[in-house]
């Protein structure tokens, strides 16, 4: 049972709190990612599950035992920091079994490993190279075969991927699942790339400021997002979210008056006003539209077009559209379906429906 | 990370040498507040009981203090301030431009560090006397004006200033002085603060130059006048030297104090590689 | 500044060049140039002090004679005589007396003795200067330590063999340290315990001077000197060091010059005792003279006249009596303690001078190696004394070696 | 990056003028008179072809000499590299309190002149009335003569230059230990590394370009403040016990007014300089790691 | 005529080409965009136009003069930089108004044209600020402000919002639209974002390795690339490249014989081979497709799915569609429209239509 627990985990440097009372519980074989804006605690939290930052207070427990004492090199935990922290004056082969020699295992059995390695990576033939001799991508595949050949039930990767370009990136955050599923280990990801979040992960906990906001499936978080933070966090263009008055089963969006199906009106219950939250992409510009409104700039990415709207409250409304699809130079508005719909409290930002 | 007992223990080889590196002081400080009696009766006890300002009194009434006290000031800061213009201009040419031979030229300025000075003391001194400057602070001056390690400095922290900023400011059709006075002049002002008081204090401390190039005591500065009182005919005079010492000391270490932080970043942040 | 002779005014400036630190006789200095001044009013003596004694002073002087500025009247040090002989441009004197003032042709026959006037003679018996200020060796004690010790201070050791005794005694009783010998970068002290014992420093052969210091009475006396350092009596140290050790009351005696007498008897916690300096049992008492006498660089005429009104007056009772007060030096000139009464004083009431005093007539030069490698051949010498001193080889093997050494270079 | 040459030559002027007048001609001077014999002051001088070499090569000096000088820079090597080396590292990587404090206290001596240093020692070092020697007396042990032995005088001159030096050595390589990223470090205690495998599989090679710069001002800089503490209180004794290939330069221009044999101890001194470049660039250099 | 021409232009250092005989017109008051990989020249070419590097051969003109060696600081451009190059030690206003003060103008002419700026771009109040007291988008706006003051016919711009996050680039970018509409200067504009070209360029120069691949309106290069190069480096995931094999009126994709239609058969001439190219969001996934594979791996963006198909030869598809338009899970592959193919040589590269 390789899993990873976080009960209550809080981190403190002097007076400020960095993480805040985090529970977090990462199953054997999953795949966890950390996802949040910068500065939110991400490393942090990674470095004290690796043992190399003190736990202020709360429970770490790896395996059921409780880890908060025992020192990083002592906890079997392979971790891939953002900079890779290649040792520049060894070869990839010397890095790579630098942690093996360590343990002083039988060179039959470290050559078998870092062998096996490298042939996944697909980095035989390099061994000699020097990590200054290797390009981005190829110092990023050295720092995951050092994580690999130690065998270790548990991997940290601090933004692995952060310092590759797109092409890259996908290529290697491929490679980085294949990888998992080989080996299996229990895996936190630190990333602050959503493209890197839902492709990777089985679940994502999203941090805002040291708190933990949200943590489930892509799906769920895409599709269902706790808050109003979250809403806006993930996305590009991100959750459309404004402000709706409520009067009995009407609801006033953009000043256009809706009328919101009994379902819904369970769900905001007595209140006078609501934040609705729409994707961009659950959007579709119309001649005769629901909410009326008047488009302001349309940016053609290629793929996709993202129209940006404004209603008569001055609100603006992201919608992409994916352009052969619908004429939208006539556009008087935009519709939606209102399963889509998200309904978040205004003050505390929750959504009403999860 | 689990932070042991035993990780204070690397203390203590620490306070050793603090120990090893401020007795020195300590010893002239006390020594110096102490009469010639107390000094050859408690040279361990640190504490001048009583302390007396003897030392002191000599120093300032009998002997032309303020002339020596000037005289060093004079050599200082003439070679802190020129030092720094012939360092800063050199570093700058090393920048800005791009010439033939321009690392050629750069090691040979910065191997010039590596030369010992005793080497080259006979023919500056032949040549100082020939010129007739033997004797007057220019004597002392003169080859001091330019520095190896100055250089070095001044060319590390430049490099720290982004090219792109110097870009911008040609564009903006800045001339080369422009660049210099508006640019990065005021960018390296921390740096090039701490590398004069560096300068300073060399210049301050120098004793083997001055000492073949000054003969007249109305020209002495304060290392030399130390000398006057320590191997002398009559005997050597602890107290007072050690009070003269105090003096000669003091700018330096007041300095010191005053820009240490500067002083040791710049120190650090140079990079220094062989 | 280096202002150069220059008459301002009818004024004729000239330079006198002085060792005198500011801790010893340097205000004394100042004292007389004022006094000279004042009393000159057509000459003005400009004082200069020299750092690093009379090595200092010589750089010194050949920079500026190199650079064409000599000075006019300068302290040289004895053991400087022939280099300066040698290698300076040097004023005689006698014949500006001759040609400025032929009423003061019996000036030197009148003040000196011969033994002290030959003092300032080349080996070939040129007067190149005049006597100014002697020093000789003496032993200083410390009474307390030999109190201490069981001996008494009252009757010091007056030969080499009861010095020793007497430091082993002070070593075995107190475990103080009983005897140091001035180490500077000279062999002044040296030279005495050798002449004492009745060796020579240089000799001559056929004319040339060579090493005569590989006899076996110089050894015997040097091993004397290193057999004390080696039981443990005696200190091998560098001179600061030494006097430090005879300060902190950690040395029972040491031998120097009689010029540290005013110094000592101020920074020692017990009353400094000078005893005279020991002879060899059935030897005389030889004692080179330290300090220095007065030599002239004038070029022309109205300085070298003006500086011969100088070294007059520097040389008179009352100047000496106040160079004699103000540094410690012995006055060279004769019946001094009858034509000065300040001086007759000073005798009276410091008997440490008086023991000093005592062994003029014992006065013999200062050895001075010549040639272009003279300097380095003292050099040897000072190493060779360190070598003795740490007990590396005995005193005739290490005295031998350096003799053939001192002779290839002389 | 701009090309006007001649620009750049006139803000290179002053720099260049003072070196060539002030280090470079010295050099060839030296050079010239090293095959004369002179005293400083006589107007004539004497060429006497390669007699000054030839009188150093067959003196025993010149052994005792170079042996002295490398006796001193490795005494100065271990108190000033290696010392500052093992500190850096405590400082940079050890403790985590009081850095500061011990980085600005153990600077400080460098900023005070060698001139007090040197007579402080002097004091510090007395036989017989020494701290020191209160000290070891206390313990029962003899002071030793510090200053008057072969050997032990060296390694008392070096205690003085050390003292001057180390804080400045600490700082440079103070710099490069806290230059090596912490990730690093951490990567490898992840590996269950020790302090010492730390040491001496990441910090030391990743330094070791500033090692190598601390090691060669450690020497340059080392053999140049000698000059103060030996011209001051040893004058090169005893029995040249404390002269060195930089002193012997001094010592014969300016104790013995011989220009020729200074200057040309003054080449030798210069060859063997040049001889620890090049020794350093061919052999030293291999095994640095660079990172650039 | 305040246009930029470049004529052969090359550019080497020692005996590396970086600038390979660049060719390139912009006219005035246009936007062009230069677009590649890192190091394919880029910044290069920028500051040989701005004078700080030497042009190696070639004609640079401005405004119809020869250009080539004229001062940088009598050129009168204005360009920013990718780091801003703000002066850290001057305020915004000192920033602003430094060439000027340089170009010894009348002060009351300096404050009115920095006064003017700055409320343009919405920094008024900001003039005592130092730029580290600024946020990255803050400091854009100055380094902007301080191109704008000089009226400069020319802009040239290096990656200026290559150091934003996310959020703040596409508000930027689209000021940065805004106020070119206002100045119309001719403007070069650097980068390697291709959101970032596709939204702001009336042309984009797609470089690599020093040499010019495409010239043209973004949806030129975007429908009809130039070659396969452009074809791979634009659009994420980038078009669909797999090699036909042609046999009289049939291509073989995937080992599936599909009819050519006439008109493409002219283009393609006698050839027997082919790389064909599909966008993947102009692929369909069908039940009965034209094209049959097998899905591979499906990464769900949220707003986009991306389906990796297996084609029968190994070669690999994407295929990007919206998810809630198609049931993609009995997916057999994929189908597309004749139209919305290119046709490249295998040996060259060149689009065989264009
Ligand atoms: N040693 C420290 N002392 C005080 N504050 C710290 C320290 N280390 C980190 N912090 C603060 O803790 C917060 C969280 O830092 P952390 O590195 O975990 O962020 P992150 O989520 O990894 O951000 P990024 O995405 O930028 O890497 C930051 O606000 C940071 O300033
Ligand atoms: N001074 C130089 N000497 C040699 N090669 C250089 C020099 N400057 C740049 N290069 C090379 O020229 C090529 C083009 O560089 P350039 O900076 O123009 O690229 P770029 O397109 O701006 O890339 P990026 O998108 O990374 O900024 C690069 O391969 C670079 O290595
Ligand atoms: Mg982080
Ligand atoms: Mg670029």
Same mark, same amino acid.
């Given at each position: 049972m390789n899993n990873i627990k976080l009960t209550n985990i809080c981190k403190a440097y002097g007076e400020t709190v960095v993480v805040n009372n985090l529970n977090l519980e990462v199953k054997q074989g999953e795949r966890l990612i950390l996802l949040g804006p910068s500065g939110c605690g991400k490393t942090t939290t990674l470095r004290m599950i690796a043992g190399l930052e003190s736990i202020t207070s709360g429970e770490l427990e790896i395996s059921g035992k409780l880890f908060n004492t025992i020192p990083p090199g002592e906890r079997n935990i392979a971790m891939v920091f953002q900079s890779y922290a290649l040792f520049p004056h060894l070869t990839v082969w010397e890095n790579i079994i630098f942690g093996l020699k360590i343990q002083k295992l039988p060179s039959e059995e470290i050559k078998k490993r870092a062998a096996k390695a490298l042939e996944i990576l697909n980095l035989t033939g390099y061994e000699s190279y020097r990590p200054k001799e290797l390009s981005g991508g190829q110092k990023q595949r050295v720092a995951l075969c050092r994580a690999l050949v130690k065998q270790s039930p548990y991997f940290l990767l601090d933004e692995p991927l952060s310092n590759l370009d797109a092409q890259l990136r996908q290529q290697a955050r491929t490679e980085l699942v294949k990888i998992h599923e080989i080996y299996k280990p229990t895996m936190i990801y630190v990333t602050h790339d959503q493209v890197e979040a839902m492709t990777v992960a089985h679940k994502i906990a999203i941090l805002n400021k040291g708190t933990l906001q949200q943590?489930?499936? &892509?799906? %769920?978080?895409y599709n269902n997002p706790a808050n109003t933070f979250v809403a806006g966090f993930i996305g590009t263009p991100p959750m459309n979210l404004c402000k709706a008055h409520l009067l009995y089963d009407k609801i006033f969006i953009g000043n256009e008056c809706l009328v919101l199906p009994e379902k819904y009106r369970e769900v905001v219950k007595e209140r006078s006003t609501v934040v609705v939250?729409?994707?961009?992409?659950?959007?579709?510009? %119309?001649?005769?539209?629901?909410? %009326?409104?008047?488009?302001?700039?349309?940016?053609?990415?290629?793929?996709?077009?993202?129209?940006?709207?404004?209603?008569?409250?001055?609100?603006?409304?992201?919608?992409?559209?994916?352009?052969?699809? =619908?004429?939208?130079?006539?556009? @008087?508005?935009?519709?939606? %379906?209102?399963?889509?719909?998200?309904f978040f409290d205004v003050g505390s930002g929750k959504n009403l429906i999860s | 990370m689990k932070i042991s007992k035993l990780k204070n223990l690397w203390h203590l080889p620490l306070l050793l040498a603090i120990l090893v590196q401020f007795w020195p002081l300590v010893f002239m400080i006390s020594t110096s507040f102490k009469d010639m009696n107390q000094i050859f009766q408690a040279s361990l006890n640190p504490l001048p009981l009583p302390p007396t300002l003897v030392n002191y009194e000599t120093v300032l009434n009998n002997f032309p203090f303020f002339t020596f006290l000037n005289n060093t000031l004079f050599i200082a800061i003439f070679i802190t301030v020129i030092k720094l213009v012939t360092s800063v201009l050199a570093a700058f040419a090393f920048v800005y431009y791009d010439f033939k031979y321009k690392e050629v030229i750069f090691n040979s300025m910065l191997l010039t560090?590596?030369? &010992?000075?005793?080497?080259?003391?006979?023919?500056?001194?032949?040549?100082?006397?020939?010129?007739?400057?033997?004797?007057?602070?220019?004597?002392?001056?003169? &080859?001091?004006?330019?520095?190896?390690?100055?250089?070095?400095?001044?060319? @590390?922290?430049m490099r720290g200033i982004p090219k792109a900023l110097l870009e911008a400011a040609v564009l903006e059709n800045a001339s080369p002085l422009q660049v210099l006075y508006k640019v990065i002049l005021p960018l390296i002002r921390p740096s090039a603060t701490a590398i004069s008081i560096f300068f300073f204090i060399d210049a301050w401390n120098e004793y083997f130059w001055p000492l073949l190039v000054l003969q007249d005591k109305g020209m002495y500065t304060l290392p030399l006048a130390l000398q006057m009182f320590i191997s002398a005919e009559g005997g050597s005079e602890w107290g007072i030297a050690m009070a003269v010492a105090m003096l000669t000391c003091l700018p330096p270490l007041i300095l010191y104090f005053v820009s240490q932080r500067f002083i040791l970043n710049t120190f650090m942040q140079s990079g220094v590689k062989g | 500044a280096q202002k150069q002779v220059k008459s301002t005014g009818g004024k004729v400036q000239i330079q006198y060049w002085h060792v005198a630190a500011e801790s010893f006789g340097g205000a004394t200095v100042k004292e007389l140039v004022a006094d000279f001044n004042k009393s000159h009013p057509n000459i003005e003596v400009v004082a200069k002090y020299n750092p690093d004694m009379y090595k200092g002073l010589t750089q010194n002087l050949q920079a500026a004679i190199a650079a064409g500025k000599s000075p006019d009247v300068v302290q040289m040090g004895w053991s400087y005589l022939n280099y300066a002989a040698d290698n300076f441009k040097y004023t005689d004197i006698a014949s500006v007396i001759a040609k400025e003032e032929p009423k003061d042709k019996d000036f030197f026959t009148k003040n000196f003795l011969p033994n002290v006037l030959a003092l300032a003679q080349t080996d070939n018996g040129k007067q190149i200067g005049v006597p100014y200020s002697i020093s000789v060796p003496v032993l200083f004690i410390n009474p307390e330590l030999f109190a201490k010790a069981g001996l008494d201070p009252q009757k010091p050791p007056k030969t080499w063999q009861e010095v020793a005794a007497a430091a082993k005694q002070i070593k075995e009783k107190t475990g103080d340290v009983g005897f140091f010998m001035q180490e500077y970068a000279d062999n002044w002290a040296q030279q005495a315990i050798i002449e004492s014992n009745g060796g020579t420093m240089l000799k001559k052969v056929d004319g040339k001077v060579k090493a005569g210091f590989d006899t &076996?009475?110089?050894?015997?006396? =040097?091993?004397?000197l290193a057999d004390m350092v080696e039981n443990g009596s005696g200190l091998h140290a560098t001179n600061e060091e030494g006097f430090q050790a005879f300060l902190s009351g950690k040395v029972g005696m040491v031998c120097t010059t009689i010029g540290k007498r005013a110094n000592f008897e101020k920074s020692a916690k017990f009353p400094v005792m000078v005893a005279r300096f020991p002879v060899f049992q059935g030897k005389p008492l030889k004692v080179p003279a330290g300090g220095n006498f007065l030599m002239m660089f004038s070029k022309d005429a109205a300085k070298q006249k003006a500086a011969w009104e100088f070294i007059k007056y520097l040389e008179s009772p009352e100047a000496m009596s106040k160079w004699s007060t103000g540094t410690g030096y012995l006055p060279p000139i004769k019946n001094i303690e009858t034509r000065s009464t300040v001086f007759k004083e000073l005798v009276k009431n410091n008997k440490n001078v008086q023991v000093a005093l005592s062994s003029m007539p014992s006065l013999v030069k200062w050895a001075s190696f010549p040639g272009t490698n003279g300097l380095q051949a003292e050099q040897l010498l000072i190493d060779a004394r360190d070598i003795i001193l740490s007990g590396k080889d005995s005193a005739a093997n290490v005295l031998k070696q350096t003799a053939d050494k001192v002779n290839s270079l002389l | 990056m701009h090309k006007s040459n001649w620009q750049a030559w006139l803000f290179l002027l002053p720099a260049t003028l003072l070196f060539l007048i002030f280090f470079y001609r010295p050099l060839i001077e030296n050079l010239y008179l090293s095959f004369f014999q002179w005293n400083m002051i006589s107007p004539t001088m004497k060429f006497v072809g390669i007699t000054n070499y030839h009188s150093i090569f067959v003196s025993a000096e010149l052994l005792k000499i170079f042996f002295n000088t490398i006796f001193l820079v490795f005494i100065l090597l271990i108190l000033n590299f290696v010392l500052p080396y093992i500190y850096s590292y405590i400082l940079g990587h050890l403790i985590t309190k009081m850095q500061s404090f011990y980085r600005s206290a153990l600077f400080l001596p460098s900023t005070i002149s060698l001139a007090v240093a040197s007579i402080i020692f002097l004091w510090f070092y007395n036989p017989i009335a020494g701290p020191l020697s209160i000290i070891l007396n206390s313990i029962g042990l003899e002071s030793p003569r510090w200053f008057k032995e072969d050997g032990l005088v060296i390694i008392a001159i070096a205690t003085i230059i050390a003292w001057k030096s180390f804080g400045y050595n600490l700082i440079v390589m103070l710099a490069a230990m806290v230059a090596v990223p912490k990730e690093l470090i951490e990567a490898a205690k992840l590996e269950n590394a020790s302090n010492w495998i730390i040491f001496k599989r990441i910090i030391l090679p990743m330094t070791s370009p500033t090692a190598l710069y601390v090691f060669t001002i450690t020497v340059v800089f080392g053999l140049q403040y000698m000059l103060v503490p030996v011209n001051m209180i040893t004058q090169g004794g005893p029995n040249q016990g404390s002269s060195n290939l930089v002193y012997i330069v001094y010592q014969y221009a300016f104790v013995f007014f011989q220009t020729g044999k200074s200057a040309a101890f003054a080449v030798l001194t210069m060859i063997f300089y040049v001889v620890i470049l090049v020794a350093k660039y061919k052999f030293i250099d291999k095994k640095v790691h660079y990172e650039n």
């Open positions: 943590i489930g499936t &892509p799906k %769920e978080i939250g729409i994707r961009p992409e659950r959007c579709t510009l %119309e001649k005769s539209p629901m909410v %009326e409104a008047k488009t302001v700039f349309v940016e053609d990415l290629g793929n996709q077009r993202i129209t940006r709207l404004q209603l008569k409250t001055g609100e603006e409304i992201y919608v992409s559209t994916v352009d052969h699809k =619908y004429s939208f130079a006539l556009a @008087q508005g935009f519709s939606f %379906e209102w399963e889509n719909v998200c | 560090f590596f030369i &010992p000075f005793t080497v080259l003391i006979m023919p500056n001194y032949l040549l100082m006397s020939k010129l007739g400057l033997l004797n007057t602070p220019w004597g002392v001056i003169l &080859p001091q004006l330019v520095d190896g390690m100055g250089i070095f400095l001044m060319r @590390q922290t | &076996p009475e110089a050894a015997a006396a =040097y091993q004397l | -």
